[in-house]
């Protein structure tokens, strides 16, 4: 069931893995990071597949995908994202909305990261027995 969709969706989470990975040379986690992968500094990309939400017709229906990215020590943050759209957008069906920037201290120290996720939407369709 719903195979040809699988294929596309997998097709589309390796694209943005590897390019992600190989452009900006930072590790690349789904969903979490596990204990075992904690880093030293925080430089990495998180990818979190959101909800999803019924589309416009019987058959499609729409998800977020949050690209989630942690900087330390980079003064080019946002230079760095407008890269990251640039390269997100070249997977196919994935479509820019917007960004949330925060600032998030660490622990109790006088240390800042950057974090920025960018929000992106694809549409799939599902097969509907009618």
């Known amino acids: 069931m719903n195979d040809k969709q699988k294929v596309y969706m997998q097709k589309q989470q390796t694209k943005l893995y590897n390019d992600l990975s190989t452009t900006f040379n930072l590790p690349v986690f789904e969903d979490e ?71 998030l201290q660490k622990g109790e120290t006088d240390e800042y990261v950057d974090q920025v996720t960018l929000i992106f939407r694809r549409m799939l369709k599902y097969e509907c027995q009618i």
């Open 33 to 103: 990071i596990a204990e075992d992968e904690a880093l030293s500094k925080a430089n990495y990309f998180l990818i979190v597949y959101g909800d999803m939400v019924a589309g416009k017709s019987e058959i499609s229906v729409s998800q977020e995908v949050y690209v989630v990215y942690v900087s330390e020590e980079n003064a080019d943050v946002e230079t760095t994202t407008l890269d990251i759209l640039t390269v997100v957008s070249k997977v196919r069906g994935y479509n820019f909305k917007r960004t949330v920037k925060e600032r």
